[in-house]
């Protein structure tokens, strides 16, 4: 077993008894990125020279004081939607592939803050906008159990960077559930955590009232490490809500006898892979026999939340996605142009994607002039009623586990030619973005030889029983 | 026949906060291109807005002071569009629930009776940057460049209704922008300098026949920058809208662009080209929820607004209306009056001199009264020196004059250009027996009935003593004498 495959509690152990150093566990991470990543691809750019810098800044603090935060010196891959000061910020997009920002995302400040090293920017669909991370100008990434098989998407770099040990950490970002399906199909940790938790300053917007950032790792304690630096609120993201956080490691390892665990029948039915639900059931098998009462509930609106999703997500991308327009920064079209219009329209047609250009152009046919309150303000409606199934059935429960994906990692290119075939992977996912809540991807046995995942939701800013759910299933079937 | 007009403003205010609308950066008008831009007013990837509480604070104080209702629960939009001086390819502005709506502005009518200006909304939104072409600084350049300065100033849109209480002529429509810029100076949000695009216009008007109660269609118009170019463009427009309607045409509802040089206006945009801005909620920005103790807190710190400076002024120092109105048009100036006035016994002398001395200065200067070098309290002195007689009111000319230029209170003045009245009778009989004894003529005229050579006589005195003389007393020492 390489450093890098270790988890972070155990090599800020090793970090704290002098047993390795930084220095040695970011080599490590390094070496195993040139070993696998041309076949993975999980990343869009590798900062090797500032992440040893970074690394070796962590070895000189663990000598000067053993008291420093848990993530000094633990290497961490951001998702390339993150801005990173005088690292390239791609956003997976031709748009973006000259663009180096001037700041640091929020997230990102706080791990550099507590002196974690960022090894690299990962690989993701276009702004987000996908579920396989197959719509990315650095071509797609792939599973690193099967490279024949996607990553999932659109944080699919930073999940697969993971479960290969090219990272011991990674922050993705989730609109529909693009930390979740990504750890599902890879077999990693991914957690979502509930919307105005950890600030948005410095992601790249896809859908603003949907966008959060979130943690993904190969265990729940080291999930909760990460969340407990990156939560918090922040002036600079107005929707960053100002509550105290709680101590995500505290009530970890308490015990679930007499937990209420929900099981929404609408989410165990026609479309769901048996294999998938097999092993779902299974595990909530495990929890119940370890003292969870389980509930059958319902989210009647649940069959309602794609298409609902697709108006929301849409309408708010074609406005996010107005300001690359060749004027500031970033791409413009290099073709002879006679006036503006033509500018615009030549950089936007050659420097987004196809999936990008189709969802800008749903959103602005939503938001347009006669059809806005029959798809914009609909979806609204709709959203309220998806959020109070899930208020109605936090009456009777603690937390709510699903299935991740309806489907195992399927192979590149099997779904590209089908959008709704690619829509409907967020089919368990994109309710919780809707509603604001958090949920956490857990594995799940494999099948087939491929990972399998269960989502764990938990009540607004209750991520604690979400993590505490995700940590007594992992400790029970620990191998 | 004769028409009517309908005219409604959208009136675009630039707030005075000291940062931008949604960032830290200051709100500057002469600092070098791009000098006060951060990734937000840029509109950077992942950069988002957090509002300015004050620029907030200061629309309602707008909405207050012209009578508004004020929203306890208001929203921001975005409305989309593509321009290269709008960073983000949308505005945020308000669209439903802005921060203030049915208001009203009182303006005195074309009839000369009291006219409530209704006000539909205000609401808050950013300013865009400022395009820079060739021909303006950049020479021969091909290109043309964005200063992002004014990108995410805070922005206050006044708007009227056609359908409730709209202006109703050219005359009353200057009257209402000239109300409404007092009112704004007054509680000072914005200084509204239209040479610095503080206070832009756009404007709608139709016309219809006298006595009809059918809207008709209305013209936009966008791109004047001046009062005089507002007035020229409606003038304009009014005109050509009754001449289409006089022979047998219709107007067409269309946005017009006002040509400077010409003086006319031209067709922008008909109403089927008009833009869908597809405004919807900015999910960037949280409902701001206004306390009715906020706005208790504003409407009690309220500045007195014009019209109540007016009324305090006719009342309570008995000045004449037409004075109290010039004396109110800029609140400096109503304050300098007011301040002068508590150390003035003779308020209307006081008002006369504000009137007519001191703006004749101030003019001639090009200066403001702000920038005035003579404190209230040596004004107020000055005024007393000439109700006391101490020294003439042409004297007094003379000693304003100086203190103008130097700021030095009066009896300083008169002290070192000894200006002081001569009030030895003494010396003024003995300087008047000699002017008596030159003139023989005009003692003959006088002694036979005249009275113009009496002033003639007066002239030479004053000249003699440079003015430092009472006339009326020296006009009746001379009468005196010659009865003798």
Redesign the interface.
């Given at each position: 077993m390489d450093l890098c495959d270790k988890g972070l509690t155990q090599l800020a152990d090793m970090l704290r008894k002098g047993e390795t150093t930084s220095r040695e566990i970011t080599e490590s991470a390094l070496t195993r990125i040139d070993e696998r990543d041309r076949e993975i691809n999980a990343f869009i750019t590798v900062s090797r020279e500032t992440a040893l810098k970074q690394a070796d800044q962590a070895d000189r603090r663990f000598k000067k004081n053993k008291k420093v935060p848990l993530l000094n010196g633990i290497p961490i891959a951001v998702k390339d939607i993150?801005?990173t000061k005088g690292i390239r910020?791609t956003?997976g997009s031709k748009i973006?592939t000259n663009?180096i920002?001037?700041?640091n995302?929020t997230a990102v400040d706080r791990v550099l803050r507590d002196g974690a090293v960022m090894i690299g920017k990962t690989n993701m669909d276009e702004f987000g906008m996908g579920s396989s991370t197959e719509n990315s100008i650095a071509g797609p990434a792939r599973n690193p159990d099967n490279i024949q098989y996607v990553a999932g998407g659109s944080s699919g770099g930073s999940a697969a960077a993971v479960a290969a040990g090219e990272s011991i950490l990674a922050l993705g970002t989730d609109t529909g559930g693009s930390i979740r399906q990504p750890s599902a199909f890879c077999g990693v940790v991914g957690i979502k955590p509930t919307y105005g938790r950890v600030s948005?300053?410095?992601?790249?917007?896809y859908?603003?009232?949907l966008d959060q950032i979130g943690a993904i790792a190969r265990s729940v304690e080291d999930c909760a490490i990460l969340l407990n630096c990156i939560c918090g609120h922040d002036?600079?993201?107005?929707?960053s809500v100002d509550i105290k956080k709680p101590d995500f490691l505290k009530s970890l390892n308490k015990d679930i006898k007499g937990l209420r665990i929900g099981l929404p029948e609408e989410y165990f039915i026609e479309g769901l892979d048996s294999r998938i639900r097999d092993r779902v059931l299974s595990a909530v098998g495990t929890l119940e026999r370890n003292g969870a009462k389980i509930i059958n509930i319902s989210l009647p609106h649940t069959k309602h939340a794609i298409s609902c999703y697709y108006l929301i997500a849409t309408?708010?991308a074609?406005?996010n996605?107005?300001?690359?327009?060749g004027?500031?920064?970033g791409f413009r079209s290099e073709d002879d142009f006679s006036d503006?219009?033509m500018m615009?329209e030549k950089t936007r047609s050659e420097g987004f994607g196809s999936e990008v250009k189709r969802r800008i152009m749903l959103g602005?046919y939503v938001?347009?002039?006669g059809y806005?309150d029959a798809y914009?303000l609909k979806a609204q409606k709709v959203r309220s009623l998806i959020k109070r199934d899930f208020d109605n059935a936090f009456e009777k429960v603690d937390c709510i586990i699903t299935p991740t994906s309806p489907c195992l990692p399927f192979k590149l290119g099997e779904k590209l030619d089908d959008p709704l075939q690619m829509y409907l992977v967020d089919i368990y996912t994109v309710s919780l973005n809707l509603s604001g809540l958090p949920g956490m991807n857990v594995r799940c046995e494999p099948a087939e030889g491929l990972p399998v995942g269960m989502q764990i939701i938990g009540r607004a800013f209750d991520e604690q029983t979400v993590l505490q759910v995700g940590n007594a299933y992992e400790q029970m079937t620990k191998r | 026949m004769e028409y009517d007009a309908i005219i409604c403003f959208e009136t675009h205010v630039e707030l005075n906060t000291k940062t931008k609308l949604f960032c830290d950066c200051l709100v500057s008008y002469d600092a070098p291109p791009n000098s006060h831009i951060c990734p937000v007013c840029t509109g950077q990837p992942g950069a988002l807005p957090v509002l300015n509480k004050k620029a907030m604070e200061f629309a309602v104080k707008a909405g207050l002071a012209l009578n508004c209702t004020i929203n306890r629960i208001s929203r921001f939009a975005r409305k989309n569009y593509f321009y290269p001086d709008l960073p983000k390819g949308y505005q945020i502005s308000q669209y439903e629930s802005p921060f203030c709506e049915n208001g009203h502005l009182e303006i005195i009518g074309d009839d000369g009776q009291k006219y409530s200006v209704w006000i539909k909304r205000i609401h808050l939104e950013e300013d865009a940057g400022k395009l820079v072409h060739s021909s303006d600084s950049l020479g021969a350049s091909e290109f043309s460049l964005v200063d992002y300065n004014r990108s995410s100033v805070p922005l206050l849109e006044i708007v009227n209704d056609h359908e409730n209480n709209p202006i109703r002529s050219i005359t009353e429509a200057r009257a209402y922008l000239e109300k409404l810029r007092q009112v704004l100076r007054y509680i000072e949000i914005s200084e509204c300098m239209l040479e610095r695009g503080q206070f832009r216009c756009d404007v709608n008007i139709s016309v219809r026949p006298k006595g009809s109660f059918q809207l008709g269609n209305r013209a936009e118009i966008k791109n004047m920058s001046s009062y005089k170019f507002i007035m020229d463009a409606l003038e304009y427009e009014m005109k050509r809208q009754i001449d289409i309607l006089e022979s047998g045409g219709s107007v067409d509802q269309e946005t017009r662009l006002f040509d400077e040089v010409k003086g006319i206006t031209l067709p922008m945009r008909s109403k089927e080209d008009a833009p869908d801005y597809r405004y919807f909620p900015d999910p960037d920005l949280l409902e701001v929820q206004i306390d009715q103790e906020l706005i208790d807190k504003i409407q009690k710190e309220m500045p007195e607004l014009p019209d109540q400076q007016m009324k305090m002024i006719i009342r309570d120092f008995g000045i004449a209306k037409n004075d109290a109105i010039i004396l109110t048009r800029d609140k400096a100036v109503s304050e300098y009056f007011r301040l002068c006035a508590s150390l003035c016994e003779d308020k209307r002398r006081l008002a006369n001199w504000i009137i007519k001395e001191l703006f004749k200065l101030l003019k001639d200067d090009s200066s403001t009264i702000d920038r005035c070098m003579i404190i209230p309290d040596n004004f107020a002195r000055l005024i007393n020196l000439i109700s006391s007689g101490e020294i003439t009111e042409s004297i007094g000319r003379t000693v304003l004059g100086e203190m103008f230029k130097t700021g030095k209170d009066p009896e300083t003045i008169i002290e070192e250009k000894s200006l002081k009245i001569i009030s030895d009778n003494k010396i003024l009989k003995a300087i008047l027996e000699e002017i008596i004894a030159k003139n023989p003529d005009a003692v003959n005229q006088i002694k036979a009935g005249e009275s113009r050579p009496v002033d003639f006589l007066m002239g030479k005195v004053m000249k003699k003593t440079k003015g430092k003389a009472d006339p009326k007393k020296i006009k009746k020492m001379i009468l005196k004498i010659l009865a003798d």
């Open positions: 993150l801005c910020t956003c973006l663009f920002p001037t700041y995302a948005r300053y410095g992601l790249i917007s859908a603003s009232s002036r600079l993201d107005t929707t309408a708010e074609s406005s996605l107005a300001r690359y327009d004027v500031k920064y503006l219009i615009y602005t938001l347009s002039a806005y914009y | -």
